[in-house]
C-alpha cells in the first residue's frame, strides 16, 4: 500500500492544529540512548504517535511513541522519540512516514541517531561515528511505488545523502568538545535477529564500518524530499563474531546508558551550530 499526498497533509494538518503557528527547523529521530533529549525540549509540545492520523506506534523497548515539538539549544526541533523499525512489521514507507510530514511542517534538516554493531576492529565498543554514508541494498526502498512529485523525483541522487556541510559541523564540533568521533559507513540489516559472523564479514568487504536495523530508510526519504541530513551511531558492541560471546539487547542498552553524556553533547552542540 502506498500512503497518498493527501494522506501526509492530514497528519501535517492535525499537527498543525496542536502545534499553532509554531515552524521547526531541525526534525530529530532519535534512538537507542538518546530518547531522553526528548525530555529536555523547551516549551514542548508532545504529541504521541497514536494521536496522529496515519501514524503507527513505537513498539522497540526504550522507544516512547511520541512526537515533541519545542527548542532545543535554541533551535526549533521536532523529536521523534523512539521510531518504527522493519522489524516491527512496519514496510519501509511506514518507518519513514514521519519524515516527509515534518518536511511539510517546515524542517529543512533531520538529524538521526542509533546504536549499531561495530565491524571495524580498529575501533571499540562504546565509540561514537559520524555516518558519512550507507548501504542498503536488501529489500526495498521506502520510495517504492508511484513517485509523489510533491516531495521530490521518481530517481533522487543518492550521492551525498549525508550532507558534506553538516558533516563539517560535526567534526569541528567534537573537536571543540574533545570527543574522538570516527567516521564510517552504515550498513542497514533488517533485523530483528543480529547478524550472523559470516554477514558481518560481508559488510566489511563491502566496506561497512557499523551494521544496524534502522536510520538507513528515513535517510533515503529524507534526502528524497530535499532535507539536509546528519548521522550519528553510537558503536554499542562489536558486531557478530568479532568477540567471542553473543550479542544481546542489553548489552546494546547499557552501552547506550554509558554513552549517553558524551553522545548528547555533541549532538546538542551541532544543533546549535544547524
Ligand atoms: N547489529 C544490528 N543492530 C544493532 C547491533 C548489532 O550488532 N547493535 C545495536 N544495534
Not at 523499525?85 to 519513514?96: C, N, P, T
Request: with cysteine; charged share 20%.
Amino acid at each position: 500500500m502506498n500512503f497518498t499526498f493527501q494522506q501526509y497533509q492530514e497528519s501535517a494538518d492535525y499537527l498543525r492544529g496542536r502545534i499553532g503557528d509554531f515552524k521547526p527547523q531541525v526534525a530529530m529521530v532519535l534512538g537507542s540512548g538518546l530518547g531522553f533529549l526528548g525530555d529536555v525540549v523547551e516549551n514542548a509540545v508532545a504529541v504521541p504517535y497514536g494521536e496522529i492520523p496515519h501514524f503507527k506506534a513505537s513498539t522497540a523497548p526504550g522507544h516512547k511513541g511520541r512526537l515533541v515539538f519545542g527548542t532545543l539549544e535554541g533551535r526549533k526541533v521536532a523529536v521523534m522519540q523512539g521510531r518504527m523499525h522493519h522489524y516491527e512489521g512496519y514496510s519501509y514507507e511506514e518507518v519513514s512516514y514521519a519524515v516527509r510530514v515534518l518536511r511539510l511542517l517546515g524542517c529543512e534538516s533531520l538529524v538521526v541517531t542509533n546504536a549499531a554493531g561495530c565491524v571495524n576492529t580498529n575501533w571499540k565498543a562504546g565509540d561514537l561515528m559520524l555516518i558519512t554514508d550507507q548501504i542498503k541494498i536488501f529489500m526495498e526502498s521506502p520510495l517504492r511505488g508511484e513517485n509523489l512529485p510533491e516531495f521530490g523525483v521518481r530517481f533522487p541522487d543518492a550521492s551525498h545523502l549525508y550532507t558534506p556541510a553538516l558533516r563539517q559541523v560535526a567534526r569541528d564540533c567534537a573537536k571543540e568538545l574533545g570527543i574522538d568521533l570516527k567516521e564510517g559507513v552504515y550498513m542497514y540489516f533488517p533485523g530483528p535477529q543480529y547478524e550472523t559472523p559470516a554477514e558481518v564479514r560481508f559488510a566489511r568487504m563491502a566496506g561497512a564500518d557499523a551494521v544496524g536495523m534502522s536510520t538507513a530508510p528515513e535517510v533515503i526519504t529524507a534526502g528524497h524530499c530535499g532535507m539536509n541530513v546528519l548521522g550519528f551511531t553510537l558503536l554499542s558492541n562489536m558486531a557478530a563474531g568479532i568477540l567471542d560471546q553473543p550479542l544481546s539487547e542489553e548489552e546494546v542498552l547499557e552501552a547506550a546508558e554509558a554513552c549517553k553524556d558524551k553522545f548528547s553533547r555533541l549532538v546538542l552542540a551541532c544543533l546549535k551550530k544547524m
